[in-house]
Nanobody
Framework: QVQLVESGGGLVQAGGSLRLSCAAS????????MGWYRQSPGKQRELVAS???????MYADSVKGRFTISRDNAKNMVFLQMNSLKPEDTAVYFC???????????WGQGTQVTVSS
């Protein structure tokens, strides 16, 4: 099994910044990709940003230019630097990973990000 643990959420005023971290632990696996999703009440979980082991990244249109995803492959970690936060960024943010270990896709427990206006 692979465990994903997020940290770094919290309460911030609009225009502020937060940095989320996610660490993958376990044994006998490699990671293909890691990413961040978010879900707010009454809405479906949506992709925020993702990063492959080869270095390719993608972002939701709503966060382009404000959020940056980065990885530390040696430590199996992924980060999400969130700048110029808006109230509509308020959500629970989940770390996600595709690995070589069945069932291949893993999720963290989520971390709350609240942006006040």
């Amino acid at each position: 099994q692979v465990q994903l643990v997020e940290s770094g959420g919290g309460l911030v005023q609009a225009g502020g910044s937060l940095r989320l971290s996610c660490a993958a632990s376990g044994s006998g696996f490699s990671i293909y990709a890691m990413g961040w999703y978010r879900q707010s009440p009454g809405k479906q979980r949506e992709l925020v940003a993702s990063s492959t082991s080869g270095g390719s990244t993608m972002y939701a249109d709503s966060v382009k230019g404000r959020f940056t995803i980065s990885r530390d492959n040696a430590k199996n970690m992924v980060f999400l630097q969130m700048n110029s936060l808006k109230p509509e960024d308020t959500a629970v943010y989940f770390c996600q990973s595709y690995t070589t270990l069945y069932p291949y896709e893993y999720w963290g427990q989520g971390t709350q990000v609240t942006v006040s206006s």
